[in-house]
């Protein structure tokens, strides 16, 4: 898989995508929601297998489990070392606190609810910063100033400023370019 070096090759990438299919987007981060079920389908499945003791459970998760290979070889076709396995425990784990979310939020702990919904946030902003290229090995980010003339292509990317924004950490900024990039609303 060939790494991107900077947000501006990134949106210079995902421009060219639009131009050919603006659905491109959207369609990925969909499927990626597509993908965190099928893994809670694939656990559902196991437990509802120990807790009744019927092997017909057990029998559907390879089914299950093939349909999310296949639809994370969409989205990841290429990796290297645990990329792929990171990849699948940092979407199960997104969609996991979002439901432990709900249900606090359901319960009326809101303070809690929202910090768990920024978790899972924060993991899924970290699933499209590693299958980006935008995660390297534990090395900060590289990211480049908006300039006026790309301002308009870019549409809604953030201006970054290094000198702006020390204080600001590499998962906010990453939740930041997430935000900004891996738009499901453009269509």
């Known amino acids: 898989m060939e790494k991107i070096k900077n947000v501006k090759e990134f949106v210079e990438k995902l ?3 639009k131009k050919v299919n603006p659905k491109d ?3 990925d981060q969909d499927l990626t929601i597509g993908i965190m079920n099928l893994i809670s389908i694939e656990e559902h499945l196991m437990f509802s297998g120990a807790k009744t003791g019927k092997k017909e459970f057990y029998n559907l998760i390879n089914e299950v489990r093939e ?3 296949q639809m994370m070889q969409k989205i990841i076709p290429s990796y290297e070392g645990e990329v792929w396995c990171i990849s ?5 784990s997104s969609m996991r606190l979002f ?3 709900t249900k606090a939020l359901a319960a009326g702990n809101k303070k809690d609810a929202y910090d768990l919904f920024d978790r899972s946030y924060g993991l899924y902003c970290m699933f499209w910063g590693l299958n980006m290229g935008m995660l390297n090995g534990g090395t900060d980010m590289k990211w480049v100033k908006t300039s006026s003339k790309t301002k308009e292509t870019r549409q809604s990317l953030p201006e970054i400023d ?3 924004q020390p204080q600001e950490g590499k998962m906010s900024r990453l939740k930041n370019w997430v935000k900004n990039a891996v738009n499901c609303c453009i269509e």
């Open 88 to 92: 699948k425990h940092l979407l199960a």
């Open 99 to 101: 439901e432990v979310g």
């Open 67 to 69: 349909q999310r290979k």
């Open 25 to 27: 987007l959207s369609s």
């Open 162 to 164: 290094e000198m702006k």
């Open 15 to 17: 421009d060219n995508a």
